[in-house]
């Protein structure tokens, strides 16, 4: 079985960039899986679906985040991670940020724990 495990600062500054890595075992991120995946929960909201990799390296982002442009998707396959970027951060981006994997952009079939960011100077 897959397992997943995000790691990063749980401290960001505004303006600054958030980079979040999502470290896979169990099996390669380059397997038929379909999609690595990035949502994240802000404190009393739903899930927000942030972005995706797919196992051949096409990157897929939101169109409904006005954050879309701030937003990177990237991989590792020689330590099998994936990553995510977002620049210009502000208080909003604080949530929980979850790596996902799925054989759709949407489901989700293995989580993370998730990782608490919190963006304040």
């Known amino acids: 079985q897959v397992q997943l495990q995000e790691s990063g600062p749980g401290l960001v500054k505004p303006s600054q960039t958030l980079s979040l890595t999502c470290t896979v075992s169990?099996?390669?991120?380059?397997?038929?899986?379909?999609?690595w995946i990035w949502v994240r929960q802000p404190p009393g909201k739903g899930l927000e679906w942030m972005g995706a990799?797919?196992?051949?390296?096409?990157?897929?982002?939101s169109p409904s985040l006005k954050s879309q442009s701030r937003t990177s998707v990237s991989r590792d396959t020689s330590k099998n991670q994936f990553t995510l970027q977002l620049s210009s951060v502000t208080p909003e981006d604080a949530a929980v940020y979850y790596c996902?994997?799925?054989?759709?952009?949407?489901?989700?079939?293995?989580w993370g724990q998730g990782t608490q960011v919190t963006v304040s100077s």
């Open positions: 996902t994997v799925g054989d759709t952009l949407y489901k989700y079939n293995y």
């Open positions: 169990g099996d390669s991120i380059t397997t038929n899986y379909g999609y």
């Open positions: 990799i797919s196992d051949s390296g096409t990157t897929y982002y």
